[in-house]
């Protein structure tokens, strides 16, 4: 098993570009999060979904879409980016509600 | 929105010292979990608490849940420098399906 996968690992955009981040997990997940890492800091909720089908929105979900068409996949869309979209990324997946969430290795953004 | 603080931010200490990280909230959680992260990776599981009072150890790593599942500590004795890292907390809301994780103890364990 790959575990969560994401992809890309580094990413650089300008003011205003759009792109896509992309979590896939292979140990057949119900819930995916993805999570938002500032310099010193803990990870806050961006957007999460419990299946296939089913998104709702965490603490910062402002800037970013999600959608949840198979179990494997969740990708995030940054629809206009900021510079104050530069952190890191992480995708996370877990077998249930509540239980062990296991993180993909993030990606980092920056944003000019 | 429920809140998780944890106390100390950073903690700088020598090899063979005692240590206790809280994890504080008014809210309360299902259950809660305590992470470890090194730089460049994502987090990783240490434990997960859910009864109210409960205690874990893993090793040397002692973790407590509070009687009204509100609050836990993390205790570490003898820490060594393999010890060092980011540790999270995260309290589970299992009927809204997410986890709000708090923001975060670092630990640097000196030689």
């Known amino acids: 098993n790959a575990g969560v996968t994401q992809t890309p690992k580094f990413q650089v955009l300008k003011t205003g570009q759009s792109m896509t981040l992309q979590c896939a997990q292979d140990?057949?997940?119900?819930?995916m999060s993805w999570y938002r890492q500032d310099p010193g800091m803990g990870l806050r909720l961006i957007h999460y979904?419990?299946?296939?089908?089913?998104?709702d929105q965490g603490e910062v979900p402002n800037g970013y879409n999600v959608s949840r068409s198979t179990t494997e996949d969740f990708p995030l869309r940054l629809l206009s980016a900021a510079p104050s979209q530069t952190s890191v990324y992480f995708c996370?997946?877990?077998?249930?509600?509540?239980?062990?969430?296991?993180f993909g290795p993030g990606t980092r953004l920056t944003v000019t | 929105t429920q809140l998780l603080e944890q106390s100390p931010q950073f903690l700088s200490i020598q090899e063979g010292e005692n240590l206790t990280v809280y994890c504080n909230s008014s809210?309360?959680?299902?259950?809660l979990q305590w992470y470890r992260q090194e730089p460049g990776e994502g987090p990783v599981l240490l434990v997960t608490?859910?009864?109210?009072?409960e205690v874990k150890k893993l090793k040397r790593l002692t973790f407590q849940f509070g009687d009204a599942r509100k609050d836990s500590s993390l205790h570490i004795t003898a820490a060594q420098p393999g010890d060092t890292g980011l540790y999270l907390c995260?309290?589970?809301?299992?009927?809204?399906?997410?986890?709000?994780f708090g923001d975060g103890t670092t630990l640097t364990v000196k030689p």
């Open positions: 996370a997946s877990s077998y249930s509600s509540g239980g062990e969430q296991y």
């Open positions: 140990m057949n997940h119900e819930y």
């Open positions: 979904s419990v299946g296939a089908g089913i998104t």
């Open positions: 809210s309360v959680f299902s259950s």
């Open positions: 608490v859910v009864t109210g009072g």
């Open positions: 995260a309290g589970a809301d299992t009927n809204a399906g997410k986890s709000t």
